[in-house]
């Protein structure tokens, strides 16, 4: 395993920055660097960044906020509404004792007289010390990087990444169960379209792990993420119903079945009900598991079910706060 | 009188939010509550908070900004854009030393995905420290605090209430005319719809006073809140015209006859002039007297009416400020 | 020159806020003044605003942010969405230790319910110490001024002014080449309405440059201007094409010719592929010279322009952050 100052991987160029700024510590790990992928990250990585997250999680609930990046400037820069990754990213800085510019309202600017997001990049660089970007486009995150000189924090790139997520979620199961590894973790509902849940397993498939994935026939994981868990020697089941594989699973990770995504609205309304968690369904589940659920929710998980103490959605997304924030620390070279 | 620590008043249990954080003074009245309606205060809750956003007034006068909030986040909540109130928690909160997360686009967001108040809420409290809630729906506020951990300020929820204007109007009055009890109270213009009035009418039969309700017949206050007020053993009396009260008014509270509240625009046009506030109408005024408005005012009150000392009504904005900064400090165990 | 406490000029009453608040430099320059057009500046207040500029500059190289305006509210109002400047404004506090209230959103609020900018300027001035305005019409900024009681810093008018955008023009040149007096300076593009080369060429009139100004035809350099110009005795050339002047240019600075302000749409199309720079026109230009541009640029910089290290225009943004630095620190008595 990697220690603090000697990272056994060094990330390929690109996810590197050229920024070499004041009174940082240079030789920490991720300093300067870009989060833009969860393919960028060994597993002494995802350890590396588990570690500060759980002791940015030890510090928030003792002290709350703490002044680690005091001064530094992250330009939150988001093309499409979300608040709730926004507001963790604000969240993150501000309990750092850092400040944010928030960049919400982009589609009214300039960019609709047609500045170019590597422009927008470069003058927001000009100002801030670090990026957050939310954009619609597939590979923007991966553009915007390839011109900035300060980093950039991949915040959602449309049908591409999301990797602050996938870390999240990862980082959610191994402060709730202890380990990763030795788990049989059940991914449900919409596994074609779900982003999240894409970029789960391929996090998952560093570790030890048995998945299954549960989804109507339409909405079954893509072939190409399933063959790279495989090569990873991870063993993978489908079905199409949770009662097979429920009683087994340890992790059960539910996923909104998003109207947007159906072109016949017909199939929407047949598949939508299929996979809703009730109490009932959670009568069936082990004793010691989580549910979790990257939200927005609107039935899938019906209300009667947030009081299950297994139900860890409401707490994955306080973990989401403690990743943002060593991610924060840690491109910035505080940690 | 209740002294600091001993409040002589226990809200019922929906104020109570669970929340118990690091560090704080848990017996300090207030600490974890939630601030949802005026119905919610005894006189000597009022007293207490008047005296803190006095003292607030004072340090802000004295040093402009001081670090008692340092390092805790306010999320800033507003499902319909009212850049008056926003501004001033907003500022409230950072001359406190606090930080602030704006969510003022709500309606672009996963709200629009569907997601509830409850899910929002529960999602903003994993990363702040307090909300502050406007919402278009009435009971809204309500709904937030029986599912939040944090504590939940209401900043207007509808029709329903928006009881830190009512708190900053009283203390409007206390700070400039020296007391509440003993003073001859005017409320004039839309009494029907204006929530304002009706939270002011409601705090202010806590005192000694007399109130006088001059509006239009179609625009009179509303029975039910008249009832409340008769309760408490308050001398209420309703005119048509200005005039008749005028010269006893010590304080003159004008609200404004909002157009989208007809039906009928005819209507509107017919009243929209009978209650203007000129220098002519200030002439008839008594000399030591507050003229105040909750704004914003379109032409109920003149400009000229502006360079007048017994206007009040942009130094009772700043008063809003020292209300907001003293409730946050409180509900946050720091006053 | 003037020393730091001791100007030369005093600008007229209306450049002059009313406000004296706690512990602040009464004795300062600029001090409690407003910040609306370049016609206020004498050279040597320009003399003075770039020094502390240069000195923001260095500060922030050495230690990124710092405390000058710790405690200290900027209010930025912003009636139309300018992500640059706006954002350039944030940083710019932030970096000095101050917050700001973002108020970005102007449109959907209480101004559709009809609130007159003043009332919306003394309402802001209730909660924050200095106030930038961003409005479409010009005169606006003169008009907040004359009512606020705190300092207007005018980030844009409409047709009217941006002196902050004039200044940090003046100073990337002065940061650029050392000095100003002495350099050929030639202005390229839509001159007629651009806002932006009105306000520096009032600017550069006051010190010993020769201006070549190259346009169409339709879009040359407005008569007004260059009668201010002629009177102080600089000497000013036009023409339509850049090969003329090129060759003996210090300062190339490109406007974009706008779309929205060419009433037919087929002399835009004629006209907006005139001026545009490649790196073969680069090539013709001096090895000391620098290309400057006030962003967002479309097509008439190329993109292979961007690596030539005479191209400044990055850097220009850079330097923005410095002079609003200095003009905040400033106003607020803290330079």
Redesign the interface.
Known sequence: MATRNQPSYRPPQRYQSRHL???DRRDAPFYGKHILSVKQFSRDDLTYIFEVAHEMREMV??????DLL????L?NLFYE????TA??F??AM??L?G?V??????R????T???SL???V???E????VIVLRHPQKGSAELAARYARKPIINAGDGTGEHPTQALLDLFTIREELGQVDGLTITLLGDLKYGRTVHSLARLLSMYRVELHYVSPPQLRMPREIMEEVAQAGIPQHEHTYLDEVLPITDVLYVTRV?KERFSDPAVYEQVKDFYVITPEVMARAKDRMILMHP????YEIS?EVDADPRAAY??Q??Y??YVRMALLAMVLGKA
Chains 1, 2, 3 share one sequence.
Do not use: C, N
């Not at 609930?61 to 703490?66: C, D, I, K, T, Y």
């Not at 000009?126 to 010390?129: N, T």
């Open positions: 700024p004041f009174g609930l003792r002290v709350g906020s703490f005091k001064g530094k400037i330009a509404p979300s608040t709730r507001s963790s604000i969240a501000q309990r004792g400040s510019i928030p960049i919400h309202e982009v009214y600017s300039s960019v007289k047609g500045e590597p422009d927008t470069r003058t927001l000009a100002y801030a010390d998003q939200f927005p929710r609107v209300e409401f707490r997304m306080e989401g706060l």
